[in-house]
């Protein structure tokens, strides 16, 4: 047999009548009894979304940290592609003048 315990409370008459207007025909060991298991469930559950409210946060805050450094590493590649494109030209440029044909004297003009 399950072991259970009781409980007394008292009550101003203003409330004690609510809960009778509430209670209907329902006896009232059931009808507390759901009160008070609705109230901690309702307990229990706004703990739980409070903590999935953090998680959730927190999450979102590690993802707008990744967000921020993936944004930073791309523009560092774009500023290390420009470099390359420059130094690629400045390479065909400085190769070209090498590769030209030494200006011959102008005496050696008529050869």
């Known amino acids: 047999m399950v072991e259970s315990s009781s409980i007394a409370i008292r009550l101003d008459p203003d409330t004690m009548k ?3 207007e509430k209670r209907g025909e329902q006896p009232k060991s059931e009808f507390y009894r759901k009160i ?3 109230y901690l469930d ?3 559950d706004k703990v ?3 903590e999935q409210e953090r998680e959730f946060d927190r999450i979102q ?3 707008d940290k ?3 450094v993936s944004k930073v590493y791309s523009d560092r590649i774009q500023d290390l592609q420009k470099s390359l494109g420059w130094m690629q030209l400045e390479y065909q ?3 070209d003048r090498l590769m030209l ?3 011959k004297s102008w005496w050696q003009f008529w050869r």
Request: no cysteine; hydrophobic share 40%.
């Open 66 to 68: 990744e967000k921020a």
């Open 36 to 38: 008070i298991l609705d």
């Open 18 to 20: 609510r809960i009778e």
């Open 48 to 50: 739980n979304t409070e």
């Open 93 to 95: 440029k400085m190769t």
């Open 42 to 44: 309702k307990t229990v």
């Open 61 to 63: 805050a590690e993802l």
């Open 101 to 103: 044909p030494a200006p």
